[in-house]
């Protein structure tokens, strides 16, 4: 019955066995980050450190292709809001 | 009183029927329900989704889905959605 | 003194559940797909394709090999996804079950 390899229960499973690893996080308002996670609970907050934050700006009136733009910035360590989070994706497990 | 009746016993006799979902934004699913929950998450088959554009209906066919009772506005049991009249 | 007479048997109060005729509700659906392609489509419009690996009771999501889709076009594609249940708009099986 257990149709997949991995061992996972339950989705969170998969964030606590991503604890002290770099993980993908994107975030509501086109945000995308990368850092090491630290902790989370069950609303998602989270504590990441060595977090790169990337912001896609898209300009809807330009011509499509020509119209994206990307800010990209780090921070040490900071705290995620649960309710903003969409995704989160653990590094390869392979 | 006496012929009181839920809500929901009404969309319980229409399972195995065709219902027309409108959620609180544009988009909207037609499709035979199987199934819903106390939250109102509905098991659809031969599902249409249409999301209204200002480009036009833009419609999508799935299998077996289930909906998220969050976003779900109006329920119209036994009609075949936006296509019907 | 208890001359009571005994509680009237169950059937009296309300009818038994049906027996489990259709299996439609929710649960069960979801029972079904664990572990089979699905498309996971969030409010915003973007799509996760991918292998259900589980799931729980707010819809937060376990996905496997897992591409992302937004108008069409793969924009990502991850290994393992975990997906914040609020965001989603609805699971779809994505082969026969």
């Known amino acids: 019955m257990d149709p997949s390899s991995s061992g996972i229960q339950e989705p969170f499973d998969l964030i ?43 300009d809807t009136e330009s011509p499509e292709g020509s119209n994206v733009s990307v800010a990209k910035r780090k921070m ?12 989160v994706s653990p590094p390869s497990r392979s | 009183m006496a012929s009181q009746i839920l809500p929901l ?48 209906k833009k419609k999508t066919s799935l299998a077996q889905t289930l909906l998220n009772g969050n976003n779900i506005c109006l329920l119209i049991p036994g009609s075949n959605g936006p296509e019907e009249s | 003194m208890d001359d009571s007479p005994p509680p009237p048997p169950p059937e009296n109060s309300t009818p038994p559940p049906p027996p489990q005729s259709h299996t439609g ?57 975990f997906i914040r249940g609020n965001n989603v708009l609805y699971i779809s099986a994505a082969e026969p079950l």
């Open chain 1, 16 to 58: 606590r066995l991503s604890l002290s690893e770099r993980v993908f996080v994107k975030l509501r308002g086109d945000r995308e980050m990368t850092g090491i996670l630290h902790a989370y609970d069950g609303h998602m907050n989270l504590i990441m450190s060595d977090v790169e934050e990337t912001i896609t700006i898209v």
């Open chain 1, 76 to 87: 040490d360590m900071l705290f995620v809001r649960g309710d903003g989070v969409i995704l």
């Open chain 2, 9 to 56: 016993e009404l969309i319980d006799r229409c399972i195995g029927s065709r219902i027309w979902v409108i959620m609180k934004g544009d988009r909207e699913f037609t499709g035979t329900l199987l199934g819903f929950d106390d939250f109102v998450n509905m098991v659809l088959e031969d599902v249409t989704e249409y999301e209204i554009t200002p480009q036009g």
């Open chain 3, 25 to 81: 509700s929710p649960t069960d659906f979801l029972k079904g797909v664990v572990g089979k392609r699905v498309i996971v489509r969030l409010n915003s419009g973007v799509d996760y394709r991918g292998i259900l690996s589980c799931l729980d009771g707010y819809m937060n999501i376990a996905l496997e090999q897992t591409e992302e889709h937004v108008n069409g076009r793969v924009t990502n594609r991850y290994g393992d996804a």
